[in-house]
């Protein structure tokens, strides 16, 4: 079986490269033509604390895909879901996969584009950023989580995870919308660490005026989560419990949901969001409205207000323009905003 890594970017890249050199049949597919050429010539090298691993690799563009992918393991942006999914559905075997290794919620677009049976959901929270043509950083490990969508412990989705176990441990539940829904909510936070230039420990260490304003932020999120009959898991370094506990005013709750953060983020390799290496670095638009957005979307239809949120999203799009920079000031902005929508 080929299996083919849909985007060979942060996520895909080190996944596709870790089950390359395990001996699977990979196929990276990526639309940076200079990306693509790299890996061919020289291989994909993955970079982390251990040192730097050269795996010899194939990589192609989307136009090349051809028919009768078995499986495939999607790791695009969530901006650039739709577009995969026209190149995807008609090339998917009847009897094939895609397992969404993304941020957001791009399981309900996979299942509508080539139906539920197709689909797996997935949790990642390991930490990796694209550094040049041929070169991924692995920033630090993380949860890995695999399930299908109505819940059944499967023996593909098992098969599954121990394939992607060499990559990283891998787990099976039977509430993957949890997961992926908990990462989700849990991210708006770490979009919120992206409108300064800082860390993401010094950005969760700043003040209590601020963890409040993080807090009030997930919450806002997980809301919609929660109306939608979504059972939020914790994962790594997020407890729902906490948030939940945080936002009645529990000091002892915020302390520890912010000392989480800030410990995995000091031990990571990766210490500032993706968000912030797209403005900063890659100079490119962020997933953020589509991230950030779909929620908005969602809350509506819940007929719940989501101002915090909103906010920040246009804050990321004045950012993205050029119309703001990032500073403290920013993070002030969304501190005043908390306490008006509280």
Request: one cysteine or more; hydrophobic letters at 50%; glycine letters at 10%.
């Amino acid at each position: 079986m080929t299996i083919t890594v849909y985007g060979a970017g942060a996520i895909g890249g080190v996944t596709g490269a870790a089950l390359a050199r395990a001996g699977h049949d990979v196929l990276l597919v990526d639309r940076a033509e200079d990306h693509v050429a790299a890996m061919n010539a020289h291989g994909l090298t993955v970079e982390s604390r251990d040192g730097a691993v050269t795996v010899p690799v194939r990589g192609i563009s989307p136009g090349a895909l051809g028919p009768g992918l078995d499986l495939v393991l999607l790791a695009v942006k969530s901006q650039d879901t739709p577009a995969a999914l026209e190149v995807l559905a008609p090339r998917l075997a009847a009897d094939g996969a895609i397992v969404s290794l993304q941020n957001g919620l791009n399981e309900e677009l996979i299942a509508r584009a080539v139906g539920a049976g197709r689909t797996v959901g997935c949790l990642v929270n390991w930490a990796a950023d694209w550094i040049a043509p041929g070169r991924i950083l692995h920033g630090g490990h993380g949860a890995l989580v695999l399930g299908e969508l109505d819940g059944r412990l499967s023996d593909r989705v098992q098969d599954l995870a121990k394939l992607l176990a060499v990559v990283a441990p891998t787990e099976v539940t039977d509430n993957v919308l949890g997961y992926t829904w908990a990462k989700h909510v849990y991210g708006a936070l770490l979009v919120a660490t992206a409108v300064v230039d800082a860390h993401v420990y010094e950005v969760v260490e700043r003040s209590p005026e601020v963890q409040q304003m993080l807090v009030a932020l997930v919450v806002e999120n997980m809301r919609v989560a929660e109306a939608a009959g979504i059972r939020l898991e914790p994962f790594d370094e997020y407890a729902p419990a906490d948030y939940r506990a945080a936002a009645r005013g529990d000091l002892a709750a915020r302390q520890r949901a912010m000392a989480i953060i800030g410990r995995h983020y000091r031990q990571h390799t990766k210490t500032k969001t993706g968000i912030w290496r797209d403005l900063v670095v890659r100079r490119r638009k962020t997933e953020v409205g589509a991230l950030l957005g779909a929620t908005v979307t969602k809350a509506r239809t819940l007929g719940l207000a989501m101002p915090l949120t909103e906010r920040l999203i246009a804050m990321i799009e004045d950012l993205e323009l050029g119309r703001r920079v990032m500073s403290w000031a920013n993070i002030d902005e969304l501190v005043a905003a908390s306490r008006r929508s509280a």
